[in-house]
């Protein structure tokens, strides 16, 4: 407890949480179109791109205040995402594979280029290698007010092409139909990601900043589907697994930043696809096992009711044995059809007497309902 | 010597991953390589922390085993239908990754574990590592284990090729014809996973993926035969691999590094200048698509309006441009040629079609 007291008055840790959380939000709030456009992955490549930018930077200008070496990213970034879309629309290769390739080829640039660094007299490049795996203990005040200058700037840019983006993202063609420009618009996003990936370089390092693009954004969906609210709820899971990455390493000694706020969105996105109601996985299994249940009841009671009419007598009773064998292939089938015969029993929908079964006066009525619906809005 | 045998061992490298690259490339997954060459890392250390020995054999097995388990979660995620596969491969590997590094930073600090030379390997130390048979140096380890790994992938694919041809361009008569592209499937991503683990100590994660990815990404725009392609794809593999070495010697930088540049320089002048598919030939086949469109907006703009009453300002030779929605130069352009094909005419300072354009409309 004393312990947790420490961390949360100390000033660094401040420092530190702030800016994670705010870097978590933006990717967040951005990532959600990367999510819904079917590019997670390009932040990823712009990451790795962002490496040869700092180390031409830094051979440039002999310096390694962040500013600079930020331009320097953004510009190899932002080529990246060009070669990207150059390759995707002059030939039949998919973006996926120009991804990877323009990843590795410029990420070996950037190992080139800081190996040559390293040969050249005078030059430290110690610390420049803190972007692949990024530091976010290192984080100074400075950084954190870009992370937020950025944020800041981010969020109004959103907020202000709110329904560009949002038809864009949708409805493409359609976007196009009433003169807004589906290119600028997808440009304008990949200069978000750019952005936000560069700033986030620091904190998680060039791996894992993927994740804080792509993760928020599959969480928030889970739960809605309106996209201001995904876009809010992706901002509030960035924004808290930031916080709660930063507090739990700092809590607990020997783990590293970067991974302890990923593993937090990870464990996230874990509970979001597997509890969230009408997406999740759980809503799902128990979603589609009523209405098994349901299609095997009205089933028997179908069943029952054909039966019936055959043999023109209200209350004839039939073996449940030789007349459900004809309509399963499984013995677990069976048993299923058995066990909901039973339900329906305590349901007061079927009755039975010796293992002989026939329709209530209940079930009966029920069934007729059922197909003068049937007859009313057709089969479906 | 070392020279020598470090050039061999990229070469191999540069082989054994062109031979199921091929097959990513087809598929279209390649970014799973991405995500295997990371998640390898976790392997090695859960071998690790079982084994509690750098050297073990058991350290590369978990490694193949857990590319294989990337692969199962990815598709596990897919399969929920909750998201696409890239931000399922865009969250799972940054998850195993952090545990990954959560883990070695936490219990293996006393060892000596090094995430820089899994990521980013040293070539240059491969032949430090020899393989002694009876008391007798034979060369360095890495160049048997890539040599091993590239025999297990080619004879996978020759004794395969059939099956894997099938599943991957129509998987659905592959499961007619009695064989599971399932299987196959993990076929390929055990191999992918085998053929990075065996590649990584040598040359490092990220270049595994250039070599996975360029070679055949750039045989995949020179032919459309799948032998051809593996057999293109392996030639530009190697001479990947030279180029890169002899660039990363002059200039003393990394090895691997410079095999990806190269990798990627390869790519993109075969990109630029390939007959079909290629930029310049994307282009040009563009810009005359866009011409022919230009040509046929304006003999149809001409046709209707020549027998309207605004025919003089529709048609005019100055205003015509403003009529047609299509930028000014094109028009330009368009209206010469068709004056050149003698389809149109200047009158009186209106365009009127000729004869000849009239039975070119006609025929429309």
């Given at each position: 407890?004393?312990?947790?007291?420490?961390?949360?008055?100390?000033?660094?840790?401040?420092?530190?949480?702030?800016?994670?959380?705010?870097?978590?939000?933006?990717?967040?709030?951005?990532?959600?179109?990367?999510?819904?456009?079917?590019?997670?992955?390009?932040?990823?490549?712009?990451?790795?791109?962002?490496?040869?930018?700092?180390?031409?930077?830094?051979?440039?200008?002999?310096?390694?205040?962040?500013?600079?070496?930020?331009?320097?990213?953004?510009?190899?970034?932002?080529l990246a995402t060009v070669c990207m879309h150059t390759m995707k629309t002059y030939s039949k290769i998919e973006v996926e594979s120009a991804m990877?390739l323009i990843?590795?080829?410029?990420?070996?640039?950037?190992?080139?280029?800081?190996?040559?660094?390293?040969?050249?007299?005078?030059?430290?490049?110690?610390?420049?290698?803190?972007?692949?795996?990024?530091?976010?203990?290192?984080?100074?005040?400075?950084?954190?007010?870009?992370?937020?200058?950025?944020?800041?700037?981010?969020?109004?840019?959103?907020?202000?092409?709110?329904?560009?983006?949002?038809?864009v993202?949708?409805?493409t063609i359609f976007a196009q139909s009433?003169g807004i420009s589906p290119k600028t618009i997808s440009l304008?996003?990949s200069?978000?990601?750019?952005?936000?990936?560069?700033?986030?370089?620091?904190?998680?390092?060039?791996?894992?900043?993927?994740?804080?693009?792509?993760?928020?954004?599959?969480?928030?969906?889970?739960?809605?589907?309106?996209?201001?609210?995904?876009?809010?709820?992706?901002?509030?899971?960035?924004?808290?697994?930031?916080?709660?990455?930063?507090?739990?390493?700092?809590?607990?000694?020997?783990?590293?930043?970067?991974?302890?706020?990923?593993?937090?969105?990870?464990?996230?996105?874990?509970?979001?696809?597997?509890?969230?109601?009408?997406?999740?996985?759980?809503?799902?299994?128990?979603?589609?096992?009523?209405?098994?249940?349901?299609?095997?009841?009205?089933?028997?009671?179908?069943?029952?009711?054909?039966?019936?009419?055959?043999?023109?007598?209200?209350?004839?009773?039939?073996?449940?044995?030789?007349?459900?064998?004809?309509?399963?292939?499984?013995?677990?089938?069976?048993?299923?059809?058995?066990?909901?015969?039973?339900?329906?029993?305590?349901?007061?929908?079927?009755?039975?007497?010796?293992?002989?079964?026939?329709?209530?006066?209940?079930?009966?009525?029920?069934?007729?309902?059922?197909?003068?619906?049937?007859?009313?809005?057709?089969?479906? | 010597?070392?020279?020598?045998?470090?050039?061999?061992?990229?070469?191999?490298?540069?082989?054994?991953?062109?031979?199921?690259?091929?097959?990513?490339v087809l598929?279209k997954?390649?970014?799973?390589?991405?995500?295997?060459?990371?998640?390898?890392?976790?392997?090695?250390?859960?071998?690790?922390?079982?084994?509690?020995?750098?050297?073990?054999?058991?350290?590369?097995?978990?490694?193949?085993?857990?590319?294989?388990?990337?692969?199962?979660?990815?598709?596990?995620?897919?399969?929920?239908?909750?998201?696409?596969?890239?931000?399922?491969?865009?969250?799972?590997?940054?998850?195993?990754?952090?545990?990954?590094?959560?883990?070695?930073?936490?219990?293996?600090?006393?060892?000596?574990?090094?995430?820089?030379?899994?990521?980013?390997?040293?070539?240059?130390?491969?032949?430090?590592?020899?393989?002694?048979?009876?008391?007798?140096?034979?060369?360095?380890?890495?160049?048997?284990?890539?040599?091993?790994?590239?025999?297990?992938?080619?004879?996978?694919?020759?004794?395969?090729?059939?099956?894997?041809?099938?599943?991957?361009?129509?998987?659905?008569?592959?499961?007619?014809?009695?064989?599971?592209?399932?299987?196959?499937?993990?076929?390929?991503?055990?191999?992918?996973?085998?053929?990075?683990?065996?590649?990584?100590?040598?040359?490092?994660?990220?270049?595994?993926?250039?070599?996975?990815?360029?070679?055949p990404l750039s045989a995949y725009l020179l032919t459309t035969d799948?032998?051809r392609m593996?057999?293109l794809?392996?030639?530009i593999?190697?001479?990947?691999?030279?180029?890169?070495?002899?660039?990363?010697?002059?200039?003393?930088?990394?090895?691997?590094?410079?095999?990806?540049?190269?990798?990627g320089i390869t790519f993109m002048v075969i990109f630029c200048v390939t007959p079909k598919h290629g930029l310049l030939s994307g282009i040009y086949i563009k810009r005359q698509q866009l011409q022919k469109l230009a040509c046929q907006t304006i003999l149809t703009h001409v046709y209707y309006y020549g027998?309207?009453?605004?025919r003089?300002?529709a048609n005019g030779v100055v205003s015509i441009e403003r009529y047609i929605q299509l930028r000014q130069h094109i028009v330009r352009r368009a209206l010469q040629q068709l004056i050149n094909e003698g389809k149109l005419q200047c009158i009186?300072?209106y365009y009127e079609l000729t004869i000849h354009g009239y039975e070119t409309m006609t025929d429309y």
């Open positions: 407890m004393n312990n947790l007291m420490y961390v949360l008055t100390d000033y660094t840790f401040h420092i530190v949480a702030l800016g994670a959380t705010l870097l978590g939000m933006m990717s967040g709030v951005i990532g959600s179109f990367a999510v819904l456009k079917k590019q997670s992955l390009i932040g990823d490549a712009i990451a790795h791109a962002a490496l040869p930018g700092i180390a031409i930077t830094f051979l440039l200008t002999q310096t390694k205040s962040n500013e600079f070496l930020l331009v320097g990213a953004l510009v190899t970034g932002l990877s990843l590795s080829t410029f990420f070996g640039l950037g190992l080139v280029l800081l190996t040559y660094i390293q040969t050249i007299p005078n030059a430290h490049q110690a610390g420049l290698d803190r972007f692949i795996f990024g530091q976010a203990a290192t984080l100074l005040q400075s950084d954190v007010l870009l992370i937020a200058i950025m944020a800041i700037v981010s969020m109004s840019v959103i907020i202000l092409c709110w329904k560009e983006l949002k038809l993202t949708f409805d009433i304008f996003l200069v978000l990601i750019v952005l936000v990936s560069i700033v986030g370089l620091q904190t998680v390092g060039v791996i894992l900043m993927s994740a804080l693009l792509v993760a928020p954004g599959v969480a928030a969906r889970q739960w809605t589907h309106k996209l201001e609210t995904m876009v809010i709820l992706a901002g509030i899971f960035g924004g808290v697994s930031g916080g709660i990455g930063t507090l739990v390493s700092s809590l607990m000694t020997k783990i590293p930043t970067g991974p302890s706020i990923v593993l937090s969105m990870g464990i996230i996105v874990l509970i979001s696809i597997v509890f969230a109601p009408s997406r999740g996985v759980v809503w799902r299994l128990h979603h589609s096992r009523i209405q098994q249940r349901r299609l095997a009841q009205e089933h028997i009671l179908g069943l029952l009711y054909e039966l019936l009419c055959q043999q023109q007598r209200v209350f004839n009773r039939h073996n449940v044995a030789s007349m459900l064998q004809m309509k399963v292939t499984t013995q677990a089938q069976l048993y299923d059809m058995l066990r909901e015969l039973e339900r329906l029993r305590k349901q007061g929908f079927v009755y039975c007497e010796n293992d002989q079964w026939t329709l209530t006066k209940r079930g009966v009525e029920y069934v007729e309902t059922l197909y003068s619906k049937e007859e009313q809005y057709g089969t479906p | 010597m070392a020279h020598l045998e470090i050039q061999l061992i990229a070469m191999l490298v540069a082989v054994a991953c062109s031979i199921p690259g091929t097959f990513l598929r997954m390649t970014m799973v390589t991405d995500a295997i060459t990371h998640t390898i890392l976790l392997g090695i250390v859960l071998g690790f922390l079982v084994v509690q020995n750098v050297h073990s054999p058991i350290l590369s097995i978990s490694a193949v085993a857990m590319g294989v388990v990337t692969v199962w979660a990815i598709e596990m995620f897919t399969k929920t239908k909750q998201l696409s596969s890239d931000a399922a491969i865009g969250i799972v590997f940054p998850f195993l990754f952090s545990l990954a590094i959560l883990l070695i930073s936490r219990y293996t600090s006393s060892i000596h574990l090094d995430i820089d030379s899994v990521l980013l390997g040293e070539l240059a130390f491969a032949p430090f590592h020899r393989l002694r048979l009876f008391g007798v140096d034979i060369g360095p380890l890495s160049m048997y284990t890539m040599g091993a790994i590239v025999l297990v992938n080619l004879t996978l694919v020759l004794l395969f090729f059939k099956e894997i041809k099938l599943a991957i361009f129509s998987p659905e008569i592959a499961i007619l014809f009695g064989f599971s592209p399932t299987l196959l499937f993990y076929g390929l991503m055990t191999s992918v996973s085998l053929t990075t683990v065996g590649a990584f100590e040598a040359v490092g994660a990220i270049l595994v993926i250039a070599f996975i990815v360029g070679p799948l032998k593996i057999w794809s392996i030639g593999g190697i001479w990947n691999a030279i180029i890169g070495y002899q660039f990363a010697i002059i200039f003393d930088v990394s090895i691997a590094g410079s095999m990806a540049v190269s990798t027998q309207q009453q605004t003089h300002t009186d300072g």
